[in-house]
């Protein structure tokens, strides 16, 4: 795939099928600027990375479809281009030549509320929520997950959903600024409002999902932009109820993989139970002639990724 880092498939056994990644994206038409840490952000030429994904997706030819991993566009994009800027990097992914997964992240949330983000994004919805699955073979199904189900940010001020959320972010963050960890240990460091929680009903329709993947002896990928594994990400990032939303993974053999986004500079670990957990590294953090996205071949035993420049390749074996 032109500049990808190099993988050779083992044996040179064909994939079941293939697939696109790309994650954190947060175009905006700003002057580039930092993280809070101080990482620099490339905002206007991440759509640029963007654009040579799917040219290189295109090219590639054997793509089933695309995944993004969340926040296509920044929180400092200006309100009134939200509209205009979510749209343009839509446009961009249906350059692709198949269809492209959405889930939802935090500075999708900061531009839009869900009511005018599903819609555009193509995410199935009901009431508001950005939770679904698809099978593109009889083999694997794909879960995605809505990592903002119990979010400060997003739903109106008045829903259920934000009050829960605010209070939990009260009983968990003394800080005045929510959005602050000081003080906090660990990994108590994710109670922020920038992360958010899966809800009980996602979890009973997640386990669900996963009897049903058991019975039909489908292997199970999830993906949410938060990160699910202190061992795949700084804990800043992790969805508030990781645990519990592993707890119910775990009762499962079919779960072989969990990827996600929102922690920049990606992460990669393999979990108690055998589980790996991929978090890809952010296009916004490519400067110009760099890139970070990359496509997948799926087998019966194994998920790889190869990665162009700055997205690491990674080898996903399944223990069982």
């Given at each position: 795939m032109g500049s990808v880092n190099g993988l050779t498939s083992l044996q040179g056994k064909k994939p079941?099928?293939?697939?696109g990644v790309i994650s954190d994206v947060q175009h905006a038409d700003i002057p580039d600027g930092r993280s809070f840490l101080g990482v620099p952000r490339y905002y206007r030429n991440s759509i640029t990375v963007l654009q040579r994904a799917?040219?290189?997706w295109n090219h590639h030819g054997n793509l089933k479809f695309a995944v993004n991993l969340g926040d296509i566009v920044d929180g400092f994009c200006p309100k009134d281009r939200s509209l205009d800027t979510v749209s343009r990097v839509v446009n961009e992914f249906e350059k692709f030549n198949g269809p492209v997964y959405h889930m939802i992240g935090n500075h999708c949330l900061y531009n839009l509320p869900r009511r005018k983000l599903l819609p555009l994004l193509r995410i199935p919805s009901i009431d508001g929520c950005a939770y679904y699955d698809f099978s593109p073979t009889s083999e694997y199904r794909f879960v995605v997950l809505d990592g903002y189900d119990i979010s400060a940010i997003g739903w109106p001020q008045d829903h259920p959903k934000t009050q829960q959320a605010l209070k939990f972010l009260q009983d968990k963050n003394p800080n005045l600024d929510k959005?602050?960890?000081v003080g906090l240990v660990g990994i108590e460091r994710r109670f922020l409002?920038?992360?958010?929680a899966?809800?009980?009903?996602q979890l009973h329709w997640l386990d669900s999902v996963l009897r049903d993947a058991t019975n039909l002896k489908q292997k199970v990928v999830v993906c949410c932009h938060l990160p699910l594994d202190p061992g795949a990400s700084t804990e800043v990032a992790l969805l508030w109820n990781f645990d519990e939303v592993m707890g119910v993974i775990h009762k499962y053999d079919c779960v072989k993989v969990c990827l996600a986004g929102h922690d920049h500079k990606g992460g990669h670990s393999i979990d108690s139970h055998?589980?790996?957990?991929?978090?890809?590294?952010?296009?916004l953090?490519?400067?110009p002639g760099t890139d970070a996205y990359g496509y997948v071949d799926v087998y019966d035993d194994r998920l790889s990724l190869f990665g162009a420049s700055k997205m690491e390749n990674c080898d996903m074996h399944f223990n069982h």
């Amino acid at each position: 795939m032109g500049s990808v880092n190099g993988l050779t498939s083992l044996q040179g056994k064909k994939p079941l099928f293939s697939f696109g990644v790309i994650s954190d994206v947060q175009h905006a038409d700003i002057p580039d600027g930092r993280s809070f840490l101080g990482v620099p952000r490339y905002y206007r030429n991440s759509i640029t990375v963007l654009q040579r994904a799917v040219m290189q997706w295109n090219h590639h030819g054997n793509l089933k479809f695309a995944v993004n991993l969340g926040d296509i566009v920044d929180g400092f994009c200006p309100k009134d281009r939200s509209l205009d800027t979510v749209s343009r990097v839509v446009n961009e992914f249906e350059k692709f030549n198949g269809p492209v997964y959405h889930m939802i992240g935090n500075h999708c949330l900061y531009n839009l509320p869900r009511r005018k983000l599903l819609p555009l994004l193509r995410i199935p919805s009901i009431d508001g929520c950005a939770y679904y699955d698809f099978s593109p073979t009889s083999e694997y199904r794909f879960v995605v997950l809505d990592g903002y189900d119990i979010s400060a940010i997003g739903w109106p001020q008045d829903h259920p959903k934000t009050q829960q959320a605010l209070k939990f972010l009260q009983d968990k963050n003394p800080n005045l600024d929510k959005n602050s960890p000081v003080g906090l240990v660990g990994i108590e460091r994710r109670f922020l409002m920038f992360n958010g929680a899966v809800g009980e009903e996602q979890l009973h329709w997640l386990d669900s999902v996963l009897r049903d993947a058991t019975n039909l002896k489908q292997k199970v990928v999830v993906c949410c932009h938060l990160p699910l594994d202190p061992g795949a990400s700084t804990e800043v990032a992790l969805l508030w109820n990781f645990d519990e939303v592993m707890g119910v993974i775990h009762k499962y053999d079919c779960v072989k993989v969990c990827l996600a986004g929102h922690d920049h500079k990606g992460g990669h670990s393999i979990d108690s139970h055998g589980v790996h957990h991929k978090v890809f590294e952010a296009a916004l953090e490519c400067p110009p002639g760099t890139d970070a996205y990359g496509y997948v071949d799926v087998y019966d035993d194994r998920l790889s990724l190869f990665g162009a420049s700055k997205m690491e390749n990674c080898d996903m074996h399944f223990n069982h």
